[in-house]
Structure formats: C-alpha cells, structure tokens
C-alpha cells in the first residue's frame, strides 16, 4: 500500500471484519463456521461522516477511546479497492472456500459531500471486474437528485438499493439522527428515497433498515414496516446494541420477546403473509396476536427458524447473501439474528423467548 496516497473512497474503501477475514485479509475463524455470504464494504473519507446520528460508531461528535474505535462494535480494516478486486477475481479454483461463500458485494455510503459520485464509481468498477450482485446502502441526504442518482447506479451495475431509516418514528428519528443531536438527516427525505429507489430499482428490490429498540413501542415499529412494505421495499431487521462513547452507549437493547415478535412481524410483511389489521396490541403497544396461530401463519416457515434468520439481500439463488454474522450481539449461543438456519436446540430457545420478556 502506497502510505503517501491519500486514503479514501473511491480508491480505499473499509471492510466489516468479517468480510476482511473471509477474503484471508485479517486472521480468525467463525463461530459455528457462519462464514458471511455478502462482502460488506464502508466508503471512507479523512473527514470522516458528517452525521451526528446517536447510536452510530461514525456520528461526528462520538467520543471513544482509541480502542473503541469501532462501527457495529467491531474494527473496519481499510484496503485498496484494487487488492478486494484482484482476491475476487481470481479463477474459483484458486480462491478460499472464505471467498467462494460470498454471493453479493454491499457498498454503504457514509454522509459525505463526495460520496454520491465516488459511490457510482465503485459500482462500476467491481461490477465491470466481478460477475457478483452489487447492493448499496445509500445517504439520502447527500443526494441532490435521488431519482437520477439511482438511475445512474443501476446502470452503473446495482441491482438493490438499502436505505437506512432506523427509527420507527418520525418523533425519534428527529431525536435520534435530526436536529436534536445536531444532524443533517430528515425523516421525509429518507422516505421520499425510498420511493424512488423502489420506482427506478422495482418492487422487492429496496430494503429499509429498521433498529429495534430505540425507545419505540412494537405497535410504533408494526405501523413502520407495514408502511416500508405497502411502499413495495422489504424490511432489514436489526435489534440496538450500544455502542461505545455514543450518545446511546448506556442505552439498553430491547428484551428477547419484543426482537422475537418484531422478527416475527417482519418476515410476514416480507413475505405478504400478513396486514396491519390483523394485530392486536395491549395498553402499552406490545403485540399480544397476530390474528391467528403462528403456527397456521408461518407453518414450516416457523418450524425451521426462518423468520429468525438475518434478514438481507439475497445471492443470485434467492438466498439471503446478507447474513451479517454476529453483528447484533458478540458469538454466542443467545443469538438475536441467526446468520444461518437455527438448529433444534436454537428453536427450542427462540420459542421460550417469543412471549416471555
């Protein structure tokens, strides 16, 4: 690596850890070999985000210690977008069984001036080199013409387009990630992207992020993703986990049930398996039915774990590429996305936790 280049998108980009392992980058092994299926990629500028958002490792005025430096609790190692390339280009037979597990590249963008255009760059340049679908988790509130600027990545090789919202409300996106906290983000300017991501990339192909446990009720969180879905773009799922030296690092991660049901919840809308009125909630918003047996709902959906499963974009099969392995709690056995197919012992938790808080 030429240390005197300036280190940034689009020539550096950083890698989740476990993308840097599974590309033979960084040393380590995977815990029940939940080896990742998508290369998730971190566009990075010297100036770092210009967001203050108050759960997020990159917000603006995060005060960590330098070895809390972290994004989703873990190290993002940074490398030259050309050595990723020339690992994923290689023929199959020459490449790790690490590598040949990955089935999509997601690029996220960072609120950043530049990274609109440098964002298009870096599809093109690993669409142009690699036969792998490429996702991106856009800023909307760096884009100056959403709709062009999504045109211009489809074309550019894209095929799926994530925004993320986060908070159920508008009230707590406003607290979270808005003026409150001194942030550029606007709850109407993220939705109004996500309609345009869904006009220009189709139904299904545009993901909305949602994180559990932000101070909303279950009915505030049923209402938001009955409305991402009826906007035709699917729900990822994440469950809060504090990160250190942020606004939230004292905050607390929502109960096991209120994740359950909540997965639960998402992966019917997903899967339009279910609408807004068919729940029921108590005085305190929590969902108490889903109109009929889960069992009748989900049948072998629920005997199999899927609804627990992380919920991402998919490879070409139409399995989740996105399994995000262990990014919602550290390796253990109580997982709250499972980045593979729970096994009995799993279920057997996951059915005590559905309604017990």
């Given amino acids: 690596m030429d240390t005197s280049e300036k280190q940034e998108s689009p020539e550096f980009v950083q890698t989740s850890l476990a993308g840097a392992m599974a590309l033979g980058l ?20 010297q100036s770092g985000c210009r967001a203050n958002c108050s759960y997020c490792g990159l917000a ?20 030259q977008v050309t050595d990723i390339i020339d690992i994923l280009a290689r023929p199959r037979q020459e490449i790790a069984m690490k590598v040949q597990r990955l089935g999509r590249i997601c690029i996220s963008m960072i609120t950043h001036p530049q990274a609109p255009g440098d964002c298009v760059s870096l599809v093109r340049r690993f669409s142009g080199a690699i036969s792998m679908p490429i996702s991106v988790l856009v800023s909307p509130t760096v884009l100056p013409d959403a709709g062009a600027f999504f045109q211009e990545l489809r074309a ?27 942030g550029p983000h606007r709850w109407e300017t993220y939705w109004a992207a996500v309609k345009e991501a869904v006009r220009v990339f189709g139904r299904d192909h545009v993901s909305v992020h949602l994180i559990v446990g932000l101070g909303e009720t279950e009915q505030d969180m049923v209402k938001t993703i009955g409305q991402v ?58 969902i108490v039915s889903f109109g009929q047996p889960l069992e ?26 996105c399994n995000r392995p262990y990014g919602n709690e550290r390796p253990g056995p109580n997982l709250r996305n499972y980045p593979f197919l729970p096994e009995e012992h799993d279920m057997n938790t996951i059915k005590g936790q559905i309604w017990n808080d």
């Fill in 156 to 182: 550019a090789g894209a095929d799926c387009v994530g925004v993320a919202i986060d908070a159920a409300t508008p009230e707590l996106f406003a607290a979270m990630r808005g003026p409150a906290v001194a």
């Fill in 26 to 45: 960084e040393p380590g092994s995977f815990y029940r070999n939940a080896y990742p299926g998508s290369l998730n990629l971190l566009m990075t500028y």
């Fill in 60 to 79: 603006r005025e995060r005060k960590a210690k330098p070895d809390e430096n972290t994004f989703i609790r873990v190290k993002w190692p940074m490398y």
């Fill in 296 to 321: 009748e709902l989900l049948g072998a959906d629920l005997a199999q774990g899927n609804p627990f499963m992380t919920s991402g974009c998919p490879n070409r099969e139409g399995c989740v590429a």
């Fill in 229 to 286: 879905s009826d906007a035709g773009a699917q729900v990822h799922l994440f469950s809060f986990c504090p990160e250190p030296g942020s606004f939230l690092s004292n905050h607390k991660p929502p109960s096991y049930g209120q994740y359950r049901r909540i997965q639960l919840a998402a992966y019917l809308f997903n899967n339009n398996q279910i609408t807004q009125s068919a729940f029921q909630f108590d005085s305190k918003g929590k």
